[in-house]
């Protein structure tokens, strides 16, 4: 019993070695801008760049926009697979691994050619329409980890029997979905949010090739001319990554953990 703890210990440490060490010397590096000497420097220099401040302020309010997208697309498909198509859940599984199949290289390649500015729909004919089509992007790149969130959330609660009793009140269906169902899947909904805006903060590929301010292109930007403040911008990135999986976490303990009825 004894040696299964040891070598159980033995693997976690070497397990958060592997990832705590490259975090240190990172950060470590980070602080050397001035010579001989240790500061933050680095990271007042990323927080007083207005290129920082914008393109982290356009991929918030991107990520916001896929995150209400998704969630306007996934919750009611969800509830419609549940109650009515059961036998269409395999197919809809299926359709939401696409994204992690199909490199994000790809897909941004066919936005190009199906919506430049000589197609029936130019969205890359304004500034407004490639942010539409960005967002699309990125709610189609989160769209595996929402749409598994939210179908969890709906395994733990009755769906049939709270629509029944909505419809017995006269509920209409939009009004069941968002009075109804959406208040008791909030937390795996919140769930899929967090990692749709952990997805969109980091992307790079995509908004890159679209032209846009977005805060993956700056990190790219920042990489390839700057020496301190990459490192700096790393461990930024990894705070705000890590900070939504805690969210995630968090509120995974305030989730149902059982289901009134089976599949």
Same mark, same amino acid.
């Given at each position: 019993m004894k040696t299964n703890r040891f070598w159980a210990w033995l693997v976690f440490a070497l397990g958060a070695a592997y990832f705590i060490i490259p975090l240190v010397a990172t950060f470590e590096f980070s602080t050397r801008m001035r010579r001989d000497y240790r500061s933050l420097d680095a990271y007042a220099s990323v927080f007083s760049d207005p290129n920082f401040r914008a393109t982290f302020t356009y991929s918030v309010v991107i990520g916001l926009l896929a995150i209400i997208v998704g969630i306007l697309v996934v919750v009611p498909a969800v509830y419609f697979v549940r109650l009515?198509? *059961?036998?269409?859940?395999?197919?809809? =599984? &299926?359709?939401?691994?696409?994204?992690?199949?199909? *490199?994000?290289?790809?897909?941004?390649?066919?936005?190009?050619?199906?919506?430049?500015?000589?197609?029936?729909?130019?969205? !890359?004919?304004?500034a407004l329409g490639?942010?539409?089509? +960005?967002?699309?992007?990125?709610?189609?790149?989160?769209?595996?980890?929402?749409?598994?969130?939210?179908?969890?959330?709906? #395994? !733990?609660?009755?769906?049939?029997?709270?629509?029944?009793?909505?419809?017995?009140?006269?509920?209409?269906?939009?009004?069941?979905?968002?009075?109804?169902?959406?208040?008791?899947?909030?937390? %795996?909904?919140?769930?899929? $949010?967090?990692?749709? &805006?952990?997805?969109?903060?980091? =992307?790079?590929?995509? %908004?890159?090739?679209?032209?846009? *301010? %977005? &805060?993956?292109?700056? +990190?790219?930007?920042?990489? %390839?001319? #700057?020496?301190?403040? *990459?490192?700096?911008? $790393?461990?930024?990135?990894?705070?705000? !990554?890590?900070g939504a999986m805690g969210m995630i976490n968090v509120l995974g303990r305030f989730a149902p953990r059982t289901s009134a009825r089976t599949d």
């Open positions: 009515r198509l *059961p036998w269409l859940r395999p197919f809809v =599984e &299926f359709l939401t691994l696409m994204p992690l199949i199909i *490199p994000a290289i790809i897909l941004v390649y066919g936005y190009i050619r199906l919506y430049n500015s000589s197609s029936v729909i130019p969205f !890359t004919g304004s490639t942010d539409i089509l +960005l967002t699309c992007a990125y709610v189609t790149l989160a769209l595996p980890y929402m749409y598994r969130a939210v179908d969890t959330g709906m #395994r !733990t609660i009755d769906v049939q029997t709270l629509t029944e009793a909505a419809q017995i009140a006269g509920a209409s269906t939009p009004q069941i979905i968002g009075r109804i169902i959406l208040p008791n899947i909030l937390v %795996a909904v919140l769930s899929g $949010a967090f990692l749709t &805006f952990a997805i969109v903060i980091g =992307e790079f590929t995509i %908004a890159s090739l679209l032209n846009r *301010p %977005a &805060f993956g292109p700056y +990190l790219q930007n920042i990489g %390839a001319n #700057r020496a301190y403040e *990459p490192a700096a911008l $790393a461990i930024i990135s990894f705070i705000i !990554t890590w």
